[in-house]
């Protein structure tokens, strides 16, 4: 869901906690000092503190809240429900079933509690979470609204300036959004830096990359791109791009022109497909065309898997690859794995490449990655001789500023075909503009 990666675990760090009452002894704590224990024993402490006093309030929010950060949300309900019997009148029981209601899309129940509230501008969390609910129903005027009205009273919260940014973003305001963000990424908020990410992805991005390849046998030369991608919508993106390659082979050069694009669809809230084709124009070394779908599924906690198919047609021959993949974005770093099984008539191929990446110092963010395979892995020009090979990357990426990026990125193969072992390197420097 879109408002579990804006809100959640800022909501869930600034929520009100609830003092143990003194009779309960001091294992009845509140249900973040119970928590570090691990959700078993918090939960199954949580019941017992209940089973001793069970109209107790403070009590049923602790095991609500320990519930719901299991995410068993409706259960984490049913027992925020009991606590409002016993204490109808209490703010931060309120609150709690509110959060709890936005978190499984309710709103309509939510909005018919909020209008039986008092106005209570002074209670904190339930200010918070009044904007929380607006931003969760994409209710963007209004979130910005309550934002700032909230930011006004309390401003040292970082996760809702990094919500009120993300308001302003889908308003279209990127002019006031773009310095809340920077200012928290500076302060090394890792969410608002996520955030600055994810907003180079929805903006317009032109990628120029261009740089030498060199070989130990035929195939040196330099490579040449540009790229275009951007967001029509919130749910389609659009991107394209033209590919100049050298290659000298046997003394001679020779040249191809590549063409590419595609789109990313997001059917439904975790299910997307992706589409992409591109052709070369007179290939002398490259695939006539080659064409791909793919789906991907979001599992949740920063985890999406992806399966996609990918055909690619040479001069005489084709080739069908099955590609699966995982990928895992989280607030220190991201991973992926990718396999390719090729199907091949001269003969199927299977290979593997992981990737990581992760934010430095001073704006700058390092990729790595290493692979292997017994045939090509569709990186780059594909020899149908190899019989095997190795490939290790790294990237630099330096953002000074949100519109610009530069970046160098390195790429090392070796191939072995009978015999003969190929080493190949290619250096690409890019700029990226973002709009």
């Known amino acids: 869901m879109y408002f579990a990666s804006a809100t959640l675990i800022p909501a869930v760090v600034s929520i009100a906690l609830f003092a143990a009452s003194p009779a309960s002894g001091q294992e009845c704590r509140s249900a973040r000092e119970l928590w570090p224990a691990g959700a078993s024993a918090a939960e199954s402490r949580a019941r017992s503190c209940l089973d001793e006093s069970p ?80 931003l969760w129903r994409t209710d963007w005027r209004g979130a910005e609204a309550s934002y700032s009205s909230y930011l006004e009273q309390w401003p040292d919260d970082p996760g809702a300036r990094r919500s009120l940014a993300i308001a302003r973003l889908r308003m279209g305001d990127d002019a006031r959004a773009r310095p809340v963000l920077a200012g928290l990424c500076l302060e090394d908020n890792r969410n608002a830096c996520l955030t600055v990410r994810d907003q180079g992805r929805s903006g317009t991005v032109l990628l120029l990359q261009g740089g030498p390849v060199a070989s130990t046998g035929d195939g040196s030369g330099w490579r040449a791109r540009a790229g275009i991608e951007g967001m029509p919508s919130d749910r389609f993106r659009l991107r394209g791009g033209v590919e100049l390659q050298e290659r000298s082979f046997a003394g001679e050069s020779m040249r191809d022109t590549l063409f590419d694009g595609g789109g990313t669809l997001r059917l439904v809230s975790r299910l997307t497909l992706d589409l992409g084709a ?39 021959a084709g080739v069908d690859v099955l590609s699966p993949a995982i990928v ?71 953002t000074p500023e949100y519109e610009y990026q530069l970046r160098l990125d390195y790429v090392g193969r070796r191939e072995w075909s009978g015999d003969d072992r190929l080493m190949r390197h290619e250096l690409l420097l890019g700029v990226a503009r973002r709009w």
């Open 278 to 316: 591109g052709f070369a124009v007179n290939p002398q070394f490259s695939p006539d065309w080659n064409a791909h779908a793919e789906l991907g599924y979001g599992l949740g906690s920063g985890f999406t898997v992806y399966g996609r198919f990918w055909h690619i047609a040479f001069a005489r």
């Open 55 to 134: 109209g107790n309030p403070e009590r049923l929010v602790a095991l609500s809240q320990i519930l719901a950060w299991q995410e068993r949300h409706r259960e984490a309900l049913a027992w925020a429900e009991i606590a409002r019997v016993y204490a109808p009148e209490d703010l931060d029981v309120q609150a709690w079933r509110l959060r709890l209601l936005g978190w499984l899309s309710r709103f309509d129940d939510a909005d018919a509690t909020l209008e039986s509230l008092p106005a209570a501008p002074e209670h904190r969390e339930l200010a918070l979470v009044r904007a929380d609910l607006a």
């Open 328 to 398: 895992y974005e989280g607030s220190a770093f991201w991973a992926s794995l990718r396999l390719w099984r090729s199907f091949d008539p001269a003969g199927d191929g299977l290979a593997v490449l992981g990737q990581a990446g992760i934010p430095l110092i001073a704006k700058f963010d390092l990729t790595l990655g290493a692979g292997a395979g017994d045939k090509a892995d569709y990186l780059t020009v594909r020899d149908a001789a190899v019989e095997r090979h190795v490939v290790g990357l790294a990237g630099l990426a330096w």
